[in-house]
Nanobody, 123 residues
């Protein structure tokens, strides 16, 4: 059974930083695109960032571009999301995802999901 386990969430003041981690049990982790999504109460799950399996190509939603950075360490089967200059509107449950699709923005195109980690940004 594939597991994706997120960690690093918590409560932070606006302007602060957090680093999320997602550890994977995927034996072929290096062949999967990895992504981060978030879901705020009463809202749909939305794309945050993704990184390709092969060339390190990344993409971000415009709402976090320049503030968040996604990276991966294939030797550790782990993907990270460095979040800087956090805003109250970044408050959400953040989910890690793995997949081989090309439409990164669509949650339905991702195969495996973690259980999520709560990020709360106070004003």
């Amino acid at each position: 059974q594939v597991k994706l386990v997120e960690s690093g969430g918590g409560l932070v003041q606006a302007g602060g930083s957090l680093r999320l981690s997602c550890a994977s049990s995927l034996r072929t982790f290096s062949s999967y695109n990895m992504g981060w999504f978030r879901q705020a109460p009463g809202k749909e799950r939305e794309f945050v960032a993704a990184i390709s399996w092969n060339d390190g190509n990344t993409d971000y939603t415009t709402y976090v571009k320049g503030r968040f950075t996604i990276s991966r360490d294939n030797a550790k089967n782990t993907v990270y999301l460095q979040m800087n200059s956090l805003k109250p509107e970044d408050t959400a449950v953040y989910y890690c995802a793995a997949g081989r699709g090309t439409n990164w923005f669509d949650p339905d195109k991702w195969t495996y999901w973690g259980q999520g980690t709560q990020v709360t940004v106070s004003s």
